[in-house]
């Protein structure tokens, strides 16, 4: 059977390959996208997503040029931020000091994913859905992927957008050292009693960050990443709501479960090279980050955006110079990402005298800084 014929393969459908493949179409290539589990685009209004994600002004507008982003009346917009330290530190911005109507929008996952298959379902992007790959193959000449189906498929370039535990990744023979944080992000979602105001609130303990995430109406979603997740998992919704109300102050007065909580292990992820001869990685397979800054996602979607516009108007779409110039334009931003989240998680958690009062200083005596407030603020949007 002849091999049908692409410029890109795009191996995983998820937020980042999926706007990766309608990124590639818009710019002319020929993509093929291959997705094991694609989403279910009936009943998304049949309750609500606890797996949510803050996306920037920068991606919102990334998004907004696919014709993907997703209808108002599900999302949330962070307005400003209010941080708390584990011995009194704090510290608040807005986006009014970035010059931006919001930090970022809380968007559910599933709500997104449909924006972004009902655009690949009316473009040319040849989706391949519920379907896996078996073998992959790159040379100099090109990529082939041969599927579960006995199917094969060739392209100048194969993009791994296939999640942390990427197949691509360790197919390719791209090796990544991996740091557990020895914690779980708990998620969840809940009514509020007062209304939240449009501020995302944080609270480092010492062993454990709470995040409270506005939503739309006045609800939120809670992030809560702890080295113990199986206190929260086991809890009653009555006790899980009274439990993450409290841990907040009460401040938005009682709470109401609107979802199950889950948990997802927490790890920090980072390839040695994420490209390779005909291959290159994007999103989760690419790098990992610690959720308290929000950011992976963002990470993501700005690497699908600036692959497509790197391979826009090439006609080879795996010319190894340019996968090598890809790398070079994405380490920086990653690294600095992934350094300063890792960063603020060992501080926080750091145990030794004089440390507490340090961080909690800082945390003040940076909230009296304007300067320094506005720069926080404009890396909290992704500048």
């Given at each position: 059977?002849?091999?049908?014929?692409?410029?890109?393969?795009?191996?995983?459908?998820?937020?980042?390959?999926?706007?990766?493949?309608?990124?590639?179409?818009?710019?002319?290539?020929?993509?093929?996208?291959?997705?094991?589990r694609?989403?279910?685009?009936?009943?998304?209004?049949?309750?609500?997503?606890?797996?949510?994600?803050?996306?920037?002004?920068?991606?919102?507008?990334?998004?907004?040029?696919?014709?993907?982003?997703?209808?108002?009346?599900?999302?949330?917009?962070?307005?400003?931020?209010?941080?708390?330290?584990?011995?009194?530190?704090?510290?608040?911005?807005?986006?009014?000091?970035?010059?931006?109507?919001?930090?970022?929008?809380?968007?559910?996952?599933?709500?997104?994913?449909?924006?972004?298959?009902?655009?690949?379902?009316?473009?040319?992007?040849?989706?391949?859905?519920?379907?896996?790959?078996?073998?992959?193959?790159?040379?100099?000449?090109?990529?082939?992927?041969?599927?579960?189906?006995?199917?094969?498929?060739?392209?100048?370039?194969?993009?791994?957008?296939?999640?942390?535990?990427?197949?691509?990744?360790?197919?390719?023979?791209?090796?990544?050292?991996?740091?557990?944080?020895?914690?779980?992000?708990?998620?969840a979602?809940?009514?509020?009693?007062?209304?939240?105001?449009?501020?995302?609130?944080?609270?480092?303990?010492?062993?454990?960050?709470?995040?409270?995430?506005?939503?739309?109406?006045?609800r939120?979603?809670?992030?809560?990443?702890?080295?113990?997740?199986?206190?929260?998992?086991?809890?009653?919704?009555?006790?899980?709501?009274?439990?993450?109300?409290?841990?907040?102050?009460?401040?938005l007065?009682?709470?109401?479960?609107?979802?199950?909580?889950?948990?997802?292990?927490?790890?920090?992820?980072?390839?040695?090279?994420?490209?390779?001869?005909?291959?290159?990685l994007?999103?989760d397979?690419?790098?990992?980050?610690?959720?308290?800054?929000?950011?992976?996602?963002?990470?993501?979607?700005?690497?699908?955006?600036?692959?497509?516009?790197?391979?826009?108007?090439?006609r080879?779409?795996?010319?190894?110079?340019?996968?090598?110039?890809?790398e070079?334009?994405?380490?920086?931003?990653?690294?600095?990402?992934?350094?300063?989240?890792?960063?603020?998680?060992?501080?926080?958690?750091?145990?030794?005298?004089?440390?507490?009062?340090?961080?909690?200083?800082?945390?003040?005596?940076?909230?009296?800084?304007?300067?320094?407030?506005?720069?926080?603020?404009?890396?909290?949007?992704?500048?």
């Amino acid at each position: 059977m002849k091999a049908l014929q692409y410029d890109v393969i795009v191996v995983g459908g998820g937020l980042v390959g999926a706007s990766l493949a309608l990124a590639l179409d818009r710019a002319g290539k020929r993509v093929a996208l291959l997705e094991g589990r694609p989403p279910e685009l009936q009943d998304l209004d049949q309750g609500w997503d606890a797996r949510i994600y803050a996306v920037s002004p920068a991606n919102r507008r990334f998004l907004e040029s696919l014709d993907a982003w997703p209808g108002a009346e599900r999302l949330g917009a962070i307005e400003a931020m209010d941080v708390r330290g584990d011995a009194g530190g704090r510290i608040e911005f807005a986006a009014s000091d970035a010059g931006e109507p919001a930090l970022a929008w809380i968007a559910e996952n599933r709500w997104l994913l449909a924006a972004l298959w009902r655009r690949l379902a009316a473009s040319s992007v040849d989706c391949l859905a519920g379907i896996k790959p078996q073998a992959l193959r790159a040379d100099a000449l090109g990529a082939e992927l041969t599927l579960e189906d006995g199917r094969r498929l060739s392209a100048a370039l194969l993009a791994g957008a296939d999640g942390a535990n990427s197949w691509v990744r360790e197919q390719a023979g791209l090796n990544a050292s991996v740091k557990p944080y020895g914690q779980s992000g708990v998620v969840a979602n809940f009514d509020c009693e007062r209304p939240h105001g449009g501020v995302a609130r944080q609270w480092f303990t010492g062993d454990s960050i709470l995040a409270w995430l506005p939503m739309a109406g006045n609800r939120i979603s809670m992030v809560w990443s702890t080295s113990d997740p199986s206190r929260l998992l086991e809890l009653p919704p009555e006790q899980l709501a009274a439990t993450v109300a409290a841990a907040g102050g009460r401040e938005l007065g009682e709470l109401t479960c609107l979802t199950p909580a889950a948990a997802f292990p927490l790890r920090l992820i980072q390839p040695e090279r994420v490209a390779a001869e005909r291959v290159v990685l994007v999103g989760d397979a690419a790098h990992t980050v610690h959720p308290l800054a929000g950011q992976g996602v963002n990470l993501g979607f700005q690497d699908a955006a600036q692959l497509a516009a790197l391979l826009a108007g090439e006609r080879d779409a795996g010319d190894w110079m340019l996968l090598r110039r890809y790398e070079r334009r994405r380490r920086e931003a990653v690294k600095t990402m992934q350094l300063g989240c890792d960063g603020l998680f060992q501080l926080f958690h750091a145990q030794g005298p004089g440390l507490s009062w340090l961080r909690n200083t800082g945390l003040n005596l940076t909230n009296c800084l304007k300067p320094l407030k506005r720069q926080f603020a404009r890396q909290a949007i992704g500048y």
